[in-house]
């Protein structure tokens, strides 16, 4: 299996999918981390090539820690624009990685780097299949199956979880995970919420900290999983789960059946 997770920034596909990964990548699947944008706006005080080079060893230390690769595009921070030009470039990743199942944010989204991500996606989700389209990377042979992260936001519609995955087994490898990226965990979340003085200086501290944050965050998504760990483990077991993730199917891409999300995603 193979499994492209294509995200805006140096940290969406960590935030939105880490733990899945981590569950993919301990059954043998391929996971690739796509960044579109080098996230080079993303701190009060380090700007630029600077911070662009910061937030990629970042990923990379991360993506060591979830046994994934990372890639991330040289296109600035708040600047991404969905072109004919990214459209092939993102029709050429999915292709080279011979993708199974593609994965990104949702077309409605506060960020414009994210909507513009989700539209790129959605803008190749047919174009793999068609030789003609940037006809110098094979096309896919069969069209890989497209689906969404979890997100809040409810206009025009709601997330649906149409596949939930307990991730309660792997939540403290992705913790680390998250704890890798550094200049956004301890540095610029925390500025942007006006806590930057509550960060611990010392490393246990610190991922306390992260843990006692986003614990909350992390909780919300699994209360609006629920409907999705109902279907996949039961009602009982269900209501143990803390942390999950959960997928909405793209219709863009292959359409899969009750059966392909069983298999596809991890239990
Ligand atoms: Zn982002």
Redesign the pocket.
Known sequence: MNIVCI???P??CEFFAGGTALKWVQQGANVLFVSLTNGDKGHFEILGPELARRRIKETEASAKIAGVTTMVLDIPDGELMPTLELRKKVVDIIRQHDADVVLTHRPNDY?P??RYTSLLVQDAAFMVTVPGFSPDTPRCASNPFFFYFQDLFTKPTPFSPDVSVSIDDVIETKWLMLAAMESQVYEWLPWLDNKLDEVPKSQPERLEWLKKTWRPFFAEFAQHSFAGLERRYGTEKAQKVQFAESFEICEYGRKPTPEDLESLFPL
Do not use: E, L, M
Request: proline share 0%.
């Open positions: 995200g805006a920034h940290d969406d960020h780097d994210h």
